[in-house]
């Protein structure tokens, strides 16, 4: 069983930058990869970004291609959502998860972080 934790969500102005944090605890070393997702009210949860724990092969959506950058501390089980030029758009509830295997499902979500974005 695999535990996480979000922090480092807050209120930035559009333009502006926040990072994300996951602390991730328990059985991270037989996990693939972890990913980072959103929901805004309203609106169903969708994907954000995501980074495998060997390799750090990483994959984002199109909508935060180029602002977004993903990353992890293998010693530290973190992962991290670096977050640029961002937009009322982005203002979401964050969440990380992790993917078990190749082709499962992600699970193990964490409580969620608030990023509010002002114009």
């Known amino acids: 069983q695999v535990q996480l934790v979000e922090s480092g969500g807050g209120l930035a102005q559009a333009g502006g930058s926040l990072r994300l944090s996951c602390a991730a605890s328990?059985?991270?070393?037989?996990?693939?990869?972890m990913g980072w997702f959103r929901q805004a009210p309203g609106k169903e949860r969708e994907f954000v970004a995501s980074i495998t724990w060997i390799g750090g092969s990483t994959v984002y959506a199109d909508s935060v291609k180029g602002r977004f950058t993903i990353s992890r501390d293998n010693a530290k089980n973190t992962v991290y959502l670096q977050m640029s030029s961002l937009k009322p758009e982005d203002t979401s509830v964050y969440y990380c998860?992790?993917?078990?295997?190749?082709?499962?499902?992600?699970?193990?979500w964490g409580q969620g972080t608030q990023v509010t974005v002002s114009s």
């Open positions: 328990g059985r991270t070393f037989s996990s693939y990869a």
């Open positions: 998860a992790v993917r078990p295997r190749v082709g499962s499902q992600y699970g193990s």
